[in-house]
């Protein structure tokens, strides 16, 4: 299993300070080139299970296991490095630094690449091919579209390689044409070898996923494999 | 290596926002600058003072007639050779005292020509106890006291605008209307704040003065050699010539001293044409600057972390841990801080140099005194302060959680 959550259980102090659980007793599994869409009500924990999975986020009690191994006990330098060379976030507010040009801010994770790689020759310019972005690489954010926009964040994602891609909402800044571009490019990905998570409340992007698991007050509620829609 | 990447991420966010990197920079700028030109202004007027406590000579001890000197002239004398055989006898430690009397607004003429110039009516010794030797001819001599000869040296400004190509050597020279012969010329001294242009005088046998030009008993003037440059010997010699001389006036303990008693330092201390309180005030000025440079620094820096959320949380969803936040986010409050003290450095030393330009009598231009090293030490400890300053916004930085920093709706 790639990713492998069990009994996972995370809660936030309110104003109050009184713990209030979001996540609840919670298994995951997903296996290599999945393509999981995760669907829930607001508030339902979806992007707090996503966070925790991204490493951005420790649970309160729970084990995550990481392509076999324990990362929920790593200290952060190893958790950081893992984000940076192993998994990919695509944001719903896309998150491109607008001080930097396109290629720059696709080429950003190896600035925090502490194996000191740089991108082999042409590299930038291929994945600004496979976004369908060719040529734009020197244009900064405010000169994109939103649905451009995604797509620098998805090139961004992928540019050390990212086995996995967690994306929260991606597609809700984009209008239903330019969304389903960016999904078609996630379906490309999954057919590449990648896996994709994908949280989302939409119900028609949700359909495009070939697993889709739901959750409710912190739970799954339900997991279900699909044909390709 | 985590240095040389968040220096990167660093330079290219202060690049990107130039007004707000400006914004941060003002202060610091403004405090270096003063810094610099305070420090560069003080070295050009303490070598000016310290130049014309030179000019007196370094191992003297001036007494001058009158509680008090107005613009180089004192009051009339009121010292007499008695004083000068007293302190002869009673100081120790000198090693010789001589009497001088002076007129300073002399008519003199050769042919056609005249001036008013200050004489000087001195006896052998004043030469050397003033270093003002002959640069030509001979200077006073005994023979010249003993027969009340008619003889003068004259400055070079004398001699440039009373005889002009023509040699002064042996020629004649009226001094106030009585004719005198010019045995030497003065060497060049230049002008000092103390006393004005030193080379526009006259040196006549002390005796001479008294029987030929002015009927005047009193000495004008009293000068004190020590034998050493040692400003401790100097002051206990000036305190031993005051007791002598207040017993010598019958002078009460209570009352003010009727002639001023002057050492080298205290002459410096009296010819600084900026005050000591005006320096340390533009000292403190600038550390004010540094201090308001710092609280921009935690103020702008800090509201910035809080708009930069999204960019903090991205550059930890990509790879980057609490330290390289910090480190980034430090090492921009210390580029602006280092650019700040760079640029202000550099106006400092502009404004420092075009003072001491504008008014080169009160600073002295010297291009030693513009810089030195030690200067350093000013912008320095500004940008030290502005760098640590800087770790407040850098630790804030670091307490961003990134999964809220990411949120939609942060």
């Not at chain 1, 972005?133 to 990212?162: F, H």
Request: aromatic content about 6%; overall charge neutral.
């Amino acid at each position: 299993m790639l990713i492998d959550v069990a009994d996972l259980e995370k809660s936030y102090r309110d104003r109050q300070g009184t713990p209030v659980p979001v996540i609840k007793g919670l298994s995951l599994q997903v296996a290599p080139g999945e393509f999981v869409a995760i669907r829930g009500s607001s508030g339902s924990g979806k992007s707090t299970l996503l966070n925790i999975l991204g490493c951005l986020d420790r649970p309160d009690n729970g084990r995550y296991r990481f392509d076999g191994e324990d990362v929920g006990s790593w200290p952060e330098r190893r958790r950081a490095a893992l984000r940076n060379r192993r998994i990919g976030f695509v944001f719903q507010a896309f998150h491109l630094l607008p001080f930097l040009t396109v290629e720059q801010n696709i080429d950003l994770p190896y600035t925090y690449n502490r194996d000191g790689r740089r991108p082999p020759a042409g590299h930038v310019q291929e994945l600004l091919r496979l976004v369908g972005l060719e040529g734009m690489g020197k244009r900064y954010p405010g000169e994109l579209s939103g649905g451009q926009e995604q797509r620098v964040a998805v090139a961004r994602a992928l540019v050390l390689g990212a086995e996995l891609i967690l994306a929260d909402e991606p597609t809700g800044n984009l209008d239903a044409t330019t969304a389903g571009g960016v999904i078609d490019l996630f379906q490309r990905l999954v057919e590449q070898g990648k896996t994709v998570l994908l949280v989302t409340h939409d119900p028609a992007i949700s359909a495009r996923a070939r697993r889709q698991v739901v959750i409710e007050e912190g739970r799954i509620s339900s997991d279900q494999k699909v044909g390709q829609a | 290596m985590s240095a040389a990447r968040n220096l990167s991420a660093a330079v290219r966010v202060v690049s990107a926002m130039p007004g707000r990197t400006l914004l941060l920079m003002l202060p610091m700028i403004a405090g270096t600058a003063l810094a610099m030109a305070t420090l560069a202004i003080e070295r050009g007027v303490s070598r000016k003072a310290d130049e014309a406590a030179e000019s007196f000579g370094l191992d003297l001890v001036t007494v001058r007639s009158g509680s008090r000197v107005i613009a180089g002239v004192s009051e009339e004398g009121k010292m007499s050779e008695e004083d000068v055989k007293a302190l002869q006898q009673e100081v120790r430690g000198y090693k010789v005292i001589i009497g001088v009397r002076r007129e300073d607004k002399t008519p003199v003429s050769v042919g056609s020509r005249s001036g008013v110039y200050k004489v000087f009516a001195v006896t052998p010794d004043w030469a050397e106890v003033r270093n003002f030797p002959a640069e030509r001819g001979k200077f006073i001599e005994q023979d010249d006291l003993d027969n009340n000869a008619r003889v003068c040296l004259i400055g070079r400004t004398v001699q440039r605008e009373l005889f002009g190509d023509r040699d002064p050597m042996d020629q004649e020279v009226s001094i106030n209307q009585v004719p005198f012969q010019v045995k030497g010329v003065l060497v060049e001294r230049g002008a000092s704040l103390a006393e004005g242009d030193r080379d526009a005088r006259l040196v006549v046998p002390i005796t001479t003065f008294y029987n030929r030009l002015y009927k005047r008993i009193n000495l004008d003037q009293i000068v004190v050699q020590a034998k050493a440059r040692d400003p401790v010997v100097l002051a206990d010699l000036a305190k031993q010539v005051s007791a002598v001389l207040r017993r010598q006036h019958h002078i009460a303990e209570d009352q003010p001293e009727d002639v001023t008693v002057r050492t080298p330092q205290m002459i410096a201390e009296t010819s600084r044409t900026i005050s000591w309180t005006v320096f340390y005030m533009m000292l403190g000025l600038s550390g004010l600057c540094g201090i308001v440079a710092a609280v921009i620094i935690v103020l702008v820096a800090g509201q910035a972390i809080r708009a930069r959320r999204g960019e903090i949380g991205i550059r930890r969803a990509v790879g980057a841990t609490p330290g390289d936040i910090t480190q980034q986010i430090w090492v921009e409050c210390l580029i602006v801080s280092l650019l700040g003290g760079a640029i202000g450095t550099l106006i400092g030393l502009g404004g420092g140099w075009a003072l001491a330009h504008w008014r080169q009598t009160y600073f002295g231009f010297n291009p030693n005194d513009i810089f030195h090293p030690l200067d350093l030490l000013g912008p320095l400890f500004l940008v030290v302060l502005g760098s640590l300053a800087g770790l407040l916004p850098a630790r804030a930085a670091t307490r961003l959680d990134p999964a809220e920093a990411l949120c939609p709706s942060s």
